[in-house]
T-cell receptor
Framework: SAVISQKPSRDICQRGTSLTIQCQVDSQVTMMFWYRQQPGQSLTLIATANQGSEATYESGFVIDKFPISRPNLTFSTLTVSNMSPEDSSIYLC??????????FGPGTRLLVL | GENVEQHPSTLSVQEGDSAVIKCTYS??????FPWYKQELGKRPQLIID?????GEKKDQRIAVTLNKTAKHFSLHITETQPEDSAVYFCAATTNTGNQFYFGTGTSLTVIP
């Protein structure tokens, strides 16, 4: 499997600010995803990051709040905009090839004060 | 869309005993079922998976069974060890849909 990394690994932010999380894979992959995981909870899919087109968002998530970029087949960013304490969570990126398993990045722990 | 349910939410077993976690799914088109283990503060990692053309798969102390008719699949861990303590997630997906639908997770504690 390809190596997948994220940065930052953690951050503490003030409410009203924005944070951009980067996800890098060391080889080209077809599908990349962004998840949110609240403490003690399951993985909630935010969106599918589509290369060369707009991301596909799941119900409850909107582009204005979580803009996503996918400029090429190895890289994606997720921005958490106008943050509030409710955005405190772990954000995970992942990738997979069609029909294959999904691999996760190490996650970004976000605390909003 | 697909709905994956997972039970139990918490499970405590004595070291050396077996642990079983069960998941059900709703979409008969789902044909790939991975299991992930997430240790505290770590990323989810694949531990075993099964495709719809087989009924059982085993890897040392871990096995997964699939009943396509009943739409359920289970994770079996034998001879549990303290390092098996973690949260386990099941998932279901199709070849074409590509989106993974995750269960709600099972927190397994193995008591030494």
């Amino acid at each position: 499997s390809a190596v997948i990394s994220q940065k930052p690994s953690r951050d503490i932010c003030q409410r009203g600010t924005s944070l951009t999380i980067q996800c890098q894979v060391d080889s080209q992959v077809t599908m990349m995803f962004w998840y949110r995981q609240q403490p003690g909870q399951s993985l909630t899919l935010i969106a599918t990051a589509n290369q060369g087109s707009e991301a596909t968002y799941e119900s409850g998530f909107v582009i204005d709040k979580f803009p996503i970029s996918r400029p090429n087949l190895t890289f994606s960013t997720l921005t958490v905009s106008n943050m509030s304490p409710e955005d405190s969570s772990i954000y995970l990126c992942s990738y997979n090839e069609v029909g294959e398993t999904q691999y996760f990045g190490p996650g970004t722990r976000l605390l909003v004060l | 869309g697909e709905n994956v349910e997972q039970h139990p939410s918490t499970l405590s077993v004595q070291e050396g005993d077996s642990a079983v976690i069960k998941c059900t799914y709703s979409d008969s088109a789902s044909n790939y079922f991975p299991w992930y283990k997430q240790e505290l503060g770590k990323r989810p990692q694949l531990i075993i998976d099964i495709r719809s053309n087989v009924g059982e798969k085993k890897d040392q102390r871990i096995a997964v069974t699939l009943n396509k008719t009943a739409k359920h699949f289970s994770l079996h861990i034998t001879e549990t060890q303290p390092e098996d303590s973690a949260v386990y997630f099941c998932a279901a997906t199709t070849n074409t849909g590509n989106q993974f639908y995750f269960g709600t997770g099972t927190s397994l504690t193995v008591i030494p």
